[in-house]
């Protein structure tokens, strides 16, 4: 009864969540953990490798990304099949003022047999164009796009105006979500 209640959170986890322990498990160095996150495809061009590349493979990956990141934009299709997060960390490059230079990473996720997994991601010091960060991501292609009943009139075309500024809160700010290696207790909370 506990390992069906820990199946169907672990199933439940959003893209960010997912991504988050791909993530973690490539900068522990840790291979076959990270492959749990990858869809079955990339399981099986891994699987063929020999050990030495697999070990290259992961020492690549974890030089390639920052060791923590923070989380800019989630968006998921309307289809719900896919995702893609846009995501930040600081890289190596020391920049003015001795701070390090962004890293922007851009990560699509799919849904696999009801569970996430990291298909595509690349990291580069590019910022992400608003466009990226702006309104809500659309189908990714038009097989993928529901249909919409012949009975309901088209939908207008909008051409979204410059993004308003922020909306002014009160109060106390939640604090800003930092995916680490290792977190605490925390930091997790702060993350949900």
């Not at 672990?10 to 522990?28: E, L, M, Q």
């Not at 492959?35 to 990956?61: F, G, H, N, W």
């Not at 930040?88 to 009801?114: H, N």
């Not at 990291?123 to 809500?136: F, L």
């Amino acid at each position: 009864m506990l390992f069906a209640a820990a199946f169907a959170a672990a199933a439940a986890d959003g893209p960010d969540i997912v991504y988050g322990k791909f993530h973690r498990a490539i900068a522990s160095g840790n291979l076959e953990e990270m492959m749990r996150y990858a869809p079955a495809a990339r399981r099986a061009e891994v699987a063929t490798m020999s050990p030495a590349q697999k070990d290259a493979q992961i020492k690549m990956l974890s030089m390639m990304m920052p060791k923590a990141f923070t989380l800019l934009d989630k968006r998921v299709a309307p289809d719900g099949r896919s995702a893609r997060l846009v995501v930040t960390g600081p890289g190596e490059t020391v920049i003015a003022g001795g701070a390090k230079e962004p890293m922007y990473g851009r990560v699509k996720m799919v849904l696999e047999s009801g569970e996430w997994k990291v298909d595509e991601l690349a990291w580069s010091n590019e910022k992400p164009s608003a466009a990226e960060t702006g309104p809500a991501m659309a189908a990714p292609n038009a097989a993928a796009a529901k249909p919409v009943a012949a009975s309901r009139p088209a939908p207008k075309a909008v051409t979204p105006a410059a993004a308003p500024p922020p909306a002014r809160k009160l109060g106390e700010a939640k604090p800003e979500c930092v995916y680490k290696p290792v977190m605490s207790n925390e930091d997790i909370e702060r993350c949900r």
